[in-house]
C-alpha cells in the first residue's frame, strides 16, 4: 500500500493501516482508563449506604481495585476520577506488604 503524504495530516510518514492500528490503540487505552475509573467510583459510592454489610463490601471492592490497577495507566485513571467527583486517587506506585 502507498503511503500518503500531505502537511495537513499528522502522521503522514504512517500508511493508513498504521495510522488505524494507533488509533485503536489509542481507544483500547482510552477505555481501560475511564472503566478502571467506573469501577473505583461505583465501589466508593458503596461507601455512602447505610447498610452495614454493603459499606465493608466497598471498602473491599476498593482495595482490590486500587491494587489491580496498572501502574503506566495510573495517572490517566486519576484524571477520570477527578472529572467523576470521587475522592479516591491512586498513587504512582503501590507497595504490597509480603507476610
Given at each position: 500500500?502507498?503511503?500518503?503524504?500531505?502537511?495537513?495530516?499528522?502522521?503522514?510518514?504512517?500508511?493508513?493501516?498504521?495510522?488505524?492500528?494507533?488509533?485503536?490503540?489509542?481507544?483500547?487505552?482510552?477505555?481501560?482508563?475511564?472503566?478502571?475509573?467506573?469501577?473505583?467510583?461505583?465501589?466508593?459510592?458503596?461507601?455512602?449506604?447505610?447498610?452495614?454489610?454493603?459499606?465493608?463490601?466497598?471498602?473491599?471492592?476498593?482495595?482490590?481495585?486500587?491494587?489491580?490497577?496498572?501502574?503506566?495507566?495510573?495517572?490517566?485513571?486519576?484524571?477520570?476520577?477527578?472529572?467523576?467527583?470521587?475522592?479516591?486517587?491512586?498513587k504512582r506506585k503501590v507497595?504490597?506488604?509480603?507476610?
Amino acid at each position: 500500500m502507498e503511503e500518503i503524504k500531505s502537511p495537513n495530516r499528522p502522521f503522514a510518514d504512517l500508511s493508513p493501516s498504521k495510522d488505524l492500528a494507533q488509533l485503536r490503540r489509542r481507544l483500547q487505552r482510552w477505555q481501560q482508563v475511564r472503566t478502571w475509573a467506573r469501577l473505583i467510583r461505583e465501589a466508593e459510592s458503596l461507601w455512602h449506604l447505610e447498610v452495614r454489610e454493603l459499606r465493608r463490601i466497598g471498602a473491599i471492592e476498593l482495595t482490590q481495585l486500587l491494587q489491580e490497577v496498572p501502574p503506566h495507566l495510573r495517572e490517566r485513571v486519576n484524571r477520570w476520577l477527578g472529572k467523576f467527583s470521587v475522592s479516591t486517587r491512586l498513587k504512582r506506585k503501590v507497595y504490597i506488604k509480603e507476610s
